[in-house]
């Protein structure tokens, strides 16, 4: 299996391209060695995040198919989609066939504020963690604007730091990070956040 996504020459050269090479360079970091290992970072815990423009979503979802199928990479990727995990949570409280029902009587805002109170960080992190960790593990979260505004980013990666601290993570997110805000779909209000690396610029 080939290590790069292909893509012509004409695609290289358009934004469909920029983001294949991209992928391509994301696909290499997760089997390095100092990837793995958290080499050269000043912060105790291994966080990455890819950012990527919110049109090339679809480009990303496929590559992170790819990834889940790729037999060959020299690493143990768990990928985690988030709004997936967010309906299991809801699976498990049993109120997922009732959520329709209850934005139509009340308002979308309204049911908001109860699934924001029901279910917060705590309750993801029961669903991503798993033992043991194994060395060459890396915890990809994709997701991110799938789950939005049920689950930020930002707080769930404080959250999530205690329970990885000898596991990369990788988000895979559509927005911008300037390495102290993150700024979903490129245009919602920056969030703080210092923790974690820009990779693949």
Known sequence: MSDKVNFSTAERE?????????LDKVRALIQEPEFLEGKGLSNEVNIRIFCYEPENEMVVRHFVNQLETDQSLDCHLIVCNLYKTF??????????DAIPDMEEADGSAYLLEQLNSAIGNREFID???????EPGDVLMLTGVGEVFPF????????????????VPILVMYPGEFDGRHVKLFNRLTPNDYYRAFNVID
């Open 127 to 133: 669903k991503i963690q798993y033992e043991p960790h």
């Open 151 to 166: 689950m930020r980013i930002h707080t769930l990666l404080e959250a999530l730091q205690p329970y990885f601290s000898n």
């Open 87 to 96: 309906l299991s949570i809801c699976d498990d409280m049993d109120i997922t």
């Open 14 to 22: 358009s934004g469909l391209g920029r983001i294949k090479e991209r």
